[in-house]
Structures are given as structure tokens and as C-alpha cells.
């Protein structure tokens, strides 16, 4: 690896992490849905591939996520935002749901994995780009079987894709009568009760030398976590201030279809692999 190279990898990852944090807390989406490809783009881009190259930006966007949530938790909660009783209802089932989704990413391959994030983020990115603050599925929250079924899911899928629990979450609450701002605070939660669990169970993985960066501890690549998180500290608090004070629809569309280049591009690259 020559200084240029790596030193062009590394503004790559601290621009990608600002923009991360900002999208943590301005839309509620988790950074994990533009660091996983970031993180897919650079270690290739350094040499790295191989069957389990996907674990390792699922293992290292998760550990992002523990810190991007806990400080995104609490600055929504200073402004009352935070719905704690819906959080400390989910969170059970939400843990469950991201324990059992590493077990399941642990045994699949990257191309698997690659299809999985590109198809759900398809999906994500077209509601996103055409969904309606006016849709409803139901004007409260999923309780007792329902609520059961849900929580593991979007914990599930969460880790299947290295993300937090705004991308499923906040649909989630939308469609069931709760406010926006208030959904993408409470998401905030939802993504510490993946990620710890999640980022926790991923250091016991064993990556084979071809998919494992340097400096790999288990799944989770130092280097990109610390990087980002870096950037994702400073940012988060700014798009929390910018979602209590902007209309984000448009913005909300705009990456909603930024998005679904993004899944048909790993889409691509899963069926040319």
C-alpha cells in the first residue's frame, strides 16, 4: 500500500463518517446504510475480498452504531423526544432478534450477505424516496403477539444489514401513528439494542486472512471504527439539531433515491462475484 493510496482511504472514511452521524440524527436511517458499502468499497479497494469481506463492514458498522446511538439517545432526550416506554418494551425482542442475526450472518457468505443488503436496502430506499407521512397501518404501536413478532425482526434484519434500528424502525412507528420526531428518537434506541449485542458477539468471529484488514479485532476493523467514530461524535449532535428544526421530506427523498443506486449497485456487484 503506497502513503498516497491510503491517505486518500483515509479522508474517504472521515468524510463518509460525517455524513453518517448527520444522517444518524437528522433521518433517523442509522449510518450503517452508507458505511456498510463505504466500508465494502474501501477494504476492496485496499486488496481485501473474499467470502467473509461482508462480516467485517457488517462487524465494524455495528460497533460505530453502539457510539452514534448512545450519543444520539441522549441528545434527543434532553429535548423530551425520546418514547421510553415504547424503547424499554421493544428492547427485549430487538436483542433476541440481533443475537440470532449474528449467528445467521456468521455462516453466510459475503455475495449472500451483499444480496440480502441490496435487496432491503431497495426496499428501505424506495419508502424512503415515495412513502407518505399520511400512511397508517394503525394509530398505535404493535402490542402483545404482534409486538413479539416485530421487535426480533427488525433487530434480525438490522444485523443482517449493519445497521441501527431507524431504517426499519422508524417506518415502523410512522405507520403506526407515531410523530416523526419522536420516531427517529426513539429509533436511536432501537440501534443500541442491535449494535451492543451484535458488536459484542462479532469480536469471537474468525475472518480468514484474505477478508481481514489489518488491525481486525474478530470482525470489527479498528482503524475504520475508530475513524468514523471520530466524526460521527462531532456530527450526530448537528443532525439532531437539524431534524428538531428542518423539514426533512424532501431531503428524506432525495436520499431515499441516492439509496437505491447504492443497492443496485451491491446488487450488481453480488451477482457479477
Not at 418494551?89 to 455475495?111: E, K, M, Y
Not at 474468525?206 to 471520530?230: K, Q, W
Not at 460521527?232 to 439539531?241: D, E, N
Request: hydrophobic share 55%.
Amino acid at each position: 500500500m503506497d502513503v498516497a493510496l491510503l491517505l486518500e482511504l483515509l479522508l474517504f472514511l472521515v468524510v463518509i463518517g460525517g455524513l453518517a452521524g448527520v444522517l444518524a440524527g437528522l433521518l433517523g436511517v442509522g449510518g450503517g446504510i452508507v458505511l456498510v458499502p463505504a466500508f465494502f468499497f474501501a477494504f476492496q479497494v485496499m486488496g481485501y475480498d473474499g467470502p467473509q469481506l461482508m462480516q467485517v463492514c457488517l462487524a465494524t458498522s455495528l460497533a460505530t452504531i453502539i457510539v452514534t446511538s448512545i450519543r444520539s439517545v441522549a441528545s434527543h432526550n434532553r429535548k423530551g423526544a425520546v418514547d421510553w416506554e415504547i424503547l424499554k418494551g421493544w428492547a427485549p425482542g430487538i436483542v433476541i432478534g440481533a443475537i440470532v442475526g449474528v449467528l445467521a450472518a456468521s455462516a453466510l457468505r459475503s455475495t449472500t450477505l451483499q444480496m440480502i443488503f441490496g435487496g432491503l436496502a431497495l426496499v428501505i430506499g424506495l419508502y424512503m424516496a415515495l412513502g407518505r407521512s399520511s400512511w397508517r397501518l394503525a394509530e398505535q404501536m404493535p402490542s402483545g403477539g404482534r409486538q413479539y413478532l416485530y421487535s426480533p425482526l427488525v433487530g434480525f434484519l438490522s444485523v443482517l444489514m449493519g445497521i441501527g434500528g431507524g431504517s426499519f424502525g422508524v417506518p415502523l412507528m410512522s405507520l403506526h401513528g407515531m410523530a416523526i420526531h419522536r420516531a427517529v428518537a426513539t429509533a436511536a434506541g432501537f440501534g443500541l439494542a442491535i449494535a451492543l449485542p451484535s458488536g459484542v458477539g462479532f469480536l469471537f468471529l474468525e475472518i480468514a486472512a484474505e477478508s481481514r484488514p489489518p488491525l481486525t479485532i474478530g470482525a470489527v476493523n479498528l482503524p475504520g471504527f475508530l475513524v468514523v467514530i471520530a466524526m460521527t461524535m462531532l456530527t450526530a449532535p448537528l443532525g439532531v439539531k437539524l431534524a428538531h428544526s428542518t423539514d426533512a421530506a424532501k431531503l428524506k427523498r432525495i436520499f431515499g433515491g441516492f439509496l437505491i443506486l447504492v443497492a443496485l449497485n451491491m446488487l450488481r456487484k453480488a451477482l457479477m462475484g
